[in-house]
């Protein structure tokens, strides 16, 4: 059984389920995943959509929905008994799930640690407790669970192998509408629902005064498989002038057809970085999450690419300072920006070989067996 919780969870447990079929063709995979998830052959017995909800009263909001989903797969645990429970991410849910999966005496497998380098590092003692074998893409998580005596495998980032462009940017841009001439501005408001109402108003709002400034641009929004089109649409209501395209196509595809993308935190970063688009991370989330998150958080910055940096190598507006002012002046510096360019090509380097869903996979059927 696989369990993620969101889509870039979704995304890399597909990665490890297809990799886990060709090793053994007949294995029988269920879980809680989306599309990516049912494409490599899971059997999702609830999406990912009922669970995508993120900060602390987003969670206390829909507790119910997310305990009637806990109960359910545990019940369907109880009913099949797998050889083993893979919990992929989304640490909120998945260590209590984990706790629970121990007492029936299965085997526990953590795919995509939990950010203990952020934050709680002695966590791990307690995960310890609970999962039977970390499996980790960064070397630094290596580390840290190596230093508390922990099984931990470090495989190298999935993003590696999982990046492909089937389209390049002219024929992607072609596609929806816009010209191949033009400088194209990525808006890459977030997974989740309550990341698209807090992020798309501010680069909306950027996006009007880069157009502004120079009406030789156009914009492409990337939309999320998880991400009802209305909510989007409700947004745009007021920027119908801007030459901006929805594209909800091939993701690596849309993000290469940009020359530079405001991008909510989280794994859409490395993918930029991957395929050397420039970019500003914006986050913002409620007032209680970034109370807590402000006063926990013990690392410097929130964008995965500047964490595996280990410098601030794009900038970062978070809350408060993630205003449309500043998105648009600081996504400015960075269009064309080729130091900046040569930065984010030096850090793939740091993501590991090619391979990492693969080596993940032997070490799962290593552990069943």
């Known amino acids: 059984m ?9 995304m890399r447990a597909a990665g490890l389920a297809r990799a886990l079929k060709e090793l053994i063709p007949d294995l029988r995979l269920s879980g809680i995943g989306g ?21 602390i009263a987003e969670v206390v909001k829909n507790l119910s929905r997310i305990k009637k989903v806990f109960d359910q797969t545990l019940k369907q645990i109880d009913n099949e008994p797998p050889d083993c429970v893979i919990l992929v991410d989304y640490p909120g849910f998945n260590l209590r799930l984990a706790r629970e999966i121990k007492k029936r005496g299965l085997k526990v497998i953590y795919y995509i640690s939990p950010q203990v380098w952020a934050w709680r590092e002695r966590r791990v003692l307690k995960i310890k407790e609970l999962v039977d074998r970390m499996i980790v893409l960064f070397p630094f998580e290596q580390n840290i669970y190596d230093k508390y ?58 996006a009007a005064i880069l157009f502004k400034h120079n009406h030789d641009r156009q914009f492409i929004l990337l939309k999320a498989s998880s991400i009802d089109l209305k909510l989007i649409n409700d947004k745009l209501f007021l920027y119908k002038y801007l030459p901006l395209k929805i594209y909800d196509g091939p993701v690596y595809d849309g993000i290469n057809a940009m020359d530079a993308a405001m991008v909510a935190s989280g794994t859409a970063t ?63 510096s960075s269009l064309f920006n080729h130091s900046l360019i040569d930065e984010l090509a030096a850090l793939k380097d740091s993501l590991g070989k090619p391979g990492a869903s693969l080596r993940a996979a032997r070490i799962i059927l290593d552990v069943i067996k």
């Not at 696989?2 to 979704?10: H, K, M, Q, T």
């Not at 599309?35 to 900060?55: P, S, W």
């Not at 024929?171 to 629902?193: D, H, N, Q, Y």
């Open 35 to 55: 599309k990516y998830m049912r494409q490599a052959g899971v059997d999702c017995f609830t999406d990912i959509t009922e669970l995508a909800v993120i900060g």
């Open 149 to 206: 005596g922990m099984k931990v495998d470090y495989v190298g980032h999935p993003l590696v192998d999982e990046i492909t462009i089937d389209h390049n940017q002219t024929e992607v841009l072609k596609s929806i509408g816009l010209s191949a001439s033009k400088t194209t501005i990525g808006i890459m408001p977030g997974s989740r629902a309550k990341e698209v109402e807090r992020h798309l108003p501010c680069m909306l709002e950027a």
């Open 270 to 332: 490395l993918e930029c970085a991957l395929l050397k688009k420039p970019m500003v991370i914006v986050y913002k989330t409620s007032w209680l999450t970034y109370a807590v998150a402000k006063s926990v958080i013990k690392i410097p910055y929130i964008g995965l690419v500047n964490i595996v940096a280990g410098k601030k190598i794009v900038e970062e507006l978070i809350q408060n300072d993630a205003t449309a002012a500043r998105l648009s002046v600081a996504l400015e």
């Open 2 to 10: 696989i369990v993620a919780g969101e889509a870039s969870g979704d």
